[in-house]
């Protein structure tokens, strides 16, 4: 489900905006795909915030030239609105898929152990940056997250 819906949102843009240049002969759409990429970037390096930035001025150009469903900043705007929705959907199916049910409490300890071992070897990696990960160093973080 996780690689469908992927693999979805990386050719959404190029078959629906190309259609739409194609049906439509204006070259300007194709920006359509820049602004969806970007809505991709922004939700994937977690800088969500960054959005009130189009957010403000598509309501400034809104309050001040009138509100139109053609306008290009209102196209501009939901491409980039789609390539953040549909990756957080992407997302969320991926997180839904391999987290394991709530009702086994067992196997969700283990999960949340094993997140936390992955933080402490990236905490690591951050410190150390030059040293090789032995099998030793990750044993040692496994042991300290596993058995304190």
Same mark, same amino acid.
């Given at each position: ?15 629906? /905006?190309? $259609? ?8 300007? &759409?194709? #920006? @359509?795909?820049?602004? !969806? ?8 390096i ?6 009130? /930035?189009? $957010? ?6 809104w309050?001040? &030239?009138? #509100? @139109?469903?053609?306008? !290009?900043v209102?196209?501009?705007?939901m491409?980039?609105?789609?390539g ?7 997302q ?16 969700r ?14 905490q ?10 032995t ?12 058995f304190?």
């Amino acid at each position: 489900m996780f690689k469908i819906l992927r693999l979805f949102y990386i050719l959404f843009p190029l078959a629906v /905006i190309l $259609l739409m240049v194609s049906m439509s002969g204006n070259g300007f &759409y194709l #920006f @359509g795909i820049v602004c !969806y990429y970007l809505g991709v970037i922004l939700v994937a390096i977690k800088q969500k915030i960054i959005f009130m /930035i189009p $957010l403000f001025f598509c309501g400034w150009f809104w309050y001040t &030239y009138g #509100f @139109g469903v053609h306008d !290009y900043v209102f196209f501009l705007f939901m491409s980039m609105f789609a390539g953040a929705a549909l990756y957080q959907l992407a997302q969320n199916a991926k997180h839904l898929t391999t987290s394991v049910l709530p009702e086994n409490k067992e196997a969700r300890e283990y999960e949340l152990k094993i997140e936390e071992m992955n933080a402490k070897l990236k905490q690591y990696k951050q410190i150390h940056p030059t040293t090789v990960i032995t099998p030793e160093i990750i044993d040692s973080i496994r042991n300290d997250v596993f058995f304190r």
